[in-house]
């Protein structure tokens, strides 16, 4: 994969994720104030991992063409863990929230 790829699929996940948090605060502002808080904490779980994704994404775009082929395995390894660790608590939030998605 190349730097633009990577970049590319990093960027497209991290704004996958941004949207469908701003979709569930706003799924969230007609729920009781239990609900709301339920999802307040799961996001505040989630957000982090979230920079964490955008810190990673960062290190690939200032990441110099002529080391790409040095840096390229661990910046994707590095990536694929990010992601893994934003998946996973999306869906741990979903899990956490179902009401919210039917």
Known sequence: MTKDELLAKTKATIYEQQA???SLKEKAKDESQEAIDDVRTA???LEPKLEQAKAKAKEI???ADDTWDDMKESLE???DQASSKLEEGW???T???K???S
């Open 61 to 63: 775009a200032e990441a």
């Open 20 to 22: 469908k948090l701003e």
């Open 95 to 97: 899990s956490k929230i």
């Open 43 to 45: 996001i505040a779980d």
């Open 99 to 101: 009401s919210f998605f």
């Open 77 to 79: 390894s590095g990536w």
């Open 91 to 93: 869906d741990s939030l």
